[in-house]
């Protein structure tokens, strides 16, 4: 497969600022065993398994100290009472990335996390968002990593690199963004052309695979 130079490079960037495979590739067998489970959680069931779902679902293992492990190495995030709001691409929070899977309805972090899912779990994913510039709906559908259709039709997705201090989520996240077309990307891109990226659709949906999948897979 041929990687884009574009990608590469983002993917560097990314995995230099949020190194969620390294983090888990250092995480213990329970401690992955559970991640995997919050991650197929929130495809099932479009939110994130409590702590008691998941303590049913493994008894022999503290579940509570294993999320406490598990947010420090920023793979996921926990709310005020100690309970699981998000873990990359997924979160509990209403944002503007709101995606259906196997008749599920979902929230992503960002636009590269939307982008993510359906070939990250090799489903099929109806994405629903917005032009951070114009508020346009945009709307893309997916099955695994094939684009099935897109609205409008030249999206872009740009990310704005700052350093994540402490929980991505809040951070990084805000500024991975679906821009309309090529045109209004430059115009985002212009606010701190230094800092920002820009991806075709096709582009993004290859550099979100490549960060994500190896999370829920051994394949490279």
Known sequence: MHHS???????????????????????????????????????????????????????????????????????????????????????????????KVKGKDMFAMCALDALSLAPMFGVTSEISSVCAMTGKPVTISMDGDRVLSVSPENINVGIRWQSTCGCAAANLCTEMVFLADAIIAEQWQQQDAENISLYTLQEAVEFGDRFFSPLVSHRH
């Open 5 to 99: 130079d574009n990608v590469d490079s983002g993917l560097e960037k990314l995995n230099n600022l949020l190194p969620l495979q390294n983090r888990l590739a250092g995480a213990t067998d329970q401690e992955t065993s559970l991640y995997r489970d919050i991650l197929y959680g929130f495809l099932d069931n479009g939110r994130a398994p409590s702590i008691s779902e998941l303590s049913q679902a493994s008894p022999e293992l503290d579940v509570a100290t294993i999320l406490e492990k598990l947010a420090d190495l920023d793979l996921i995030v926990l709310d005020k009472g100690a309970e699981v709001a998000g873990a990359y691409p997924f979160t509990n929070e209403e944002r503007d990335h709101r995606l």
